[in-house]
């Protein structure tokens, strides 16, 4: 936006409208009582270029672009995406991508068993952590590339698509064979040589939110992966810290109607990590559907007491039906049915 001065010409207005119209961006002038305003939709590169601060007449110019581009709801992508996920259609208003198994792939025999729990009692994809992130280098880290060969497998028992997560760009190519998406962690979020690996892929990403990061950053890391090979990124809410030390993390349910103004992705929402209590998951499942999450992504374990990691937020794989069923009621309120 160029200000005029309330004493510019009308050859000063024209003179900017003729150099602004050069670069091809769309303009549009408009006179006010005191000063005239200039529009300029566009390419905002090009018009930093013309140094119009200098040009007679001109008051000021005022950046009003938002700092993410390619993951922005805007003149260029006005409508929600829509992406096809291995067969699930995810974004878009009409289904609810329910996402569901263990917080880490601990053996064969586990994974299985809350794979095809999960299956049954209704999901649109498998989790599994392989490489885990833990805050301690002591926790236990993953299986790593022999968890995968089980992901593998659970994905030809169940036909349920796997997402599971890349915390190092060694593990790339390795993962990118076997997942359908490739998950980014919270505390990956702004590691920005790995964004991009992830991105070059040229696989789906589910991007996690940053634990103290801010939605606008959230856009911006989006913005790496999409610059790469522009594949599906589905954003996700998965809980902040905040001075509240009563939840795991304080869930921010209005990242996701704010996503929804700002963004053309989809977003899904961790109520397992957020909350880090399974006595919190449901009702926070039940409130995603209720602000428009387009699905979410939860931790399950047969035995959570046994679970080597996250076991007091993770589900009953036995509740799991009853769960799915509730939290799909409150997707079908909105219009959304199981992707
Ligand atoms: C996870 O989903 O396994 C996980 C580690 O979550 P976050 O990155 O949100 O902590
Ligand atoms: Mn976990």
């Known amino acids: 936006m160029v200000v005029m001065t309330p004493e510019a010409t009308q050859p000063q207005i024209d003179a900017v409208v003729t150099k602004l119209e050069a670069t091809g961006v769309h303009v549009v002038v408009m006179p006010g009582e ?14 930093r270029e013309l140094g119009l601060e200098g040009m007679a007449g001109v008051d000021r110019v005022v950046e009003i672009s938002r700092p993410y581009k390619l993951a ?76 995968l060969d089980i992901l593998r ?43 991009q690996v992830a991105g070059s892929l040229g696989k789906p990403v589910l991007l ?23 594949a599906p990124v589905v954003l996700c809410e998965r809980g902040i810290r905040t001075f509240e030390t009563a939840t795991r993390f304080t869930l921010d349910l209005s990242a996701i109607p704010w996503l929804k103004l700002h963004t053309h992705l989809p977003v899904i ?4 990590h957020a909350a880090g209590d ?20 939860v931790e399950i374990a047969e035995d959570p007491e046994a679970a080597l990691c996250d076991g ?18 409150h997707a079908a309120l909105g219009g959304r049915r199981l992707a």
Do not use: W
């Open 72 to 147: 922005s709801i805007d003149l260029a992508h006005q409508e929600p995406s829509v992406f096809d996920i291995a067969g699930r259609t995810v974004g878009g208003g009409k289904t609810f991508c329910l996402i569901a198994g263990p917080c880490t792939v601990e053996s064969r025999e586990q994974t299985l068993a809350v794979a095809g729990a999960v299956a049954e009692g209704g999901a649109s994809m498998l989790r599994g952590g392989a490489f885990k992130p833990r805050t301690s280098p002591f926790s236990f880290q993953g299986l790593g590339a022999a968890a």
């Open 153 to 195: 497998e659970a994905r030809e028992a169940t036909g349920l698509p796997i997402v599971s997560e890349l915390t190092d760009a060694q593990h790339a190519d390795a993962v990118a064979e076997v997942v359908d998406v490739i998950q980014v962690g919270a505390r990956n979020m702004q590691n920005y040589g790995l964004l």
């Open 34 to 47: 005191l000063t005239t305003a200039i529009g300029a939709i566009g390419d905002p590169e090009g018009v």
């Open 278 to 297: 399974r006595r919190l998951v449901e009702p926070l499942s039940r409130a995603a559907a209720a602000v428009g999450a387009d699905g979410i992504i």
């Open 312 to 329: 007091p937020q993770q589900l009953y794989a036995r509740d799991y039906p009853e769960f799915a069923e509730h939290v799909l009621a």
């Open 208 to 230: 996690k939110r940053g634990l103290s990061s801010t939605v606008e950053e959230l856009l911006m890391a989006a913005d790496y992966v999409l610059k790469e090979a522009n």
């Open 269 to 272: 929402v961790d109520p397992s």
